[in-house]
């Protein structure tokens, strides 16, 4: 089953943001390998301060003009091509938005990931982040990756960015039950609810839905998501090239 035509709601758009937590990275993975078999290029465009990625090449640049001409060099040559500003000790600098901005105005290649992933187990990201995205916005969809074992976990467990934020706003709530879930991800002002309301489309992908029962789970949610105005739905688990879009109402 092809992930491409499972996740992307705009099958056009070049520039595809990917957030979330727990099952980004695999998500990623799998894009660009399906994107290469098709025979197309492109890059995956850092963010933040992170660790460099475990393997790959990478670009570190704070010319976008020669990072276009490095981008053409390097995509010809392997898929895994990652961009970013510069190193900081152990750690890399990834691009800034006005970077983003200035690349995307001429893309060399013929699609770019940009990865918006700020801890690898934060799935559910502080409501100011959401402002940010939707400023710096220049892409063309967002892909959120949300694990499906974050239901019923513990808020101190690194799942929420914000832990301080969520306990000001939720101040009952010591797990992130179904119903915390659901209020956190659709709340426009206490939540992420915006970031599923912008001009770019948004999907919601539910990772670690390997077997029946978590398909059941996942399916259920979904439907109440899609109640809550989140349409856009898939699920999966992309270490095992396994992706669904949901058709709910």
């Known amino acids: ?51 460099p990625p475990p393997a790959g090449a990478l670009i570190l640049a704070r010319d976008m003009e020669l990072l276009s001409d490095l981008m053409l060099r390097e995509s010809a040559e392997q898929s895994f091509v990652y961009l970013a500003r510069e190193t900081e ?25 940009v990865d918006l992933g700020v801890h690898p187990e934060a799935a559910l990201i502080d409501p100011r982040r959401v402002e940010e995205w939707a400023e710096q916005g220049r892409w063309g969809q967002l892909i959120y990756a949300l694990d499906i074992s974050v239901i019923d976990a513990p808020v101190e467990t690194g799942v929420v960015e914000n832990p301080e934020h969520f306990r000001r706003e939720f101040p009952e709530a010591a797990t992130l039950t179904r119903p915390v879930l659901m209020e956190y991800l659709t709340d ?39 109640a809550r105005g989140i349409c856009h739905v898939a ?10 879009r949901l058709r709910v109402s």
């Open 1 to 51: 089953m092809s992930i491409l035509n499972q996740l992307l709601v705009e099958p056009e758009a070049r520039i595809i943001a990917f957030g979330g937590g727990k099952g980004r990275q695999a998500l990623i993975r799998r894009f660009v390998v399906e994107q290469a078999r098709r025979g197309k290029r492109g890059m995956i465009a850092l963010t933040g301060i992170r660790k």
């Open 89 to 113: 000790g152990p750690l890399i600098r990834g691009l800034l938005p006005e970077d983003l901005a200035r690349l995307t105005r001429q893309l060399p290649t013929d699609y770019l990931v």
């Open 188 to 226: 426009t002002s206490r939540g992420m609810g915006s970031l599923f309301h912008q001009a770019w489309p948004a999907l919601l992908f539910l990772s670690g839905v390997e077997r029946a029962a978590e398909e059941n789970l996942a399916i259920t949610f979904a439907r109440e998501l899609a």
């Open 235 to 244: 699920v999966g688990k992309p270490e095992l090239n396994r992706c669904k």
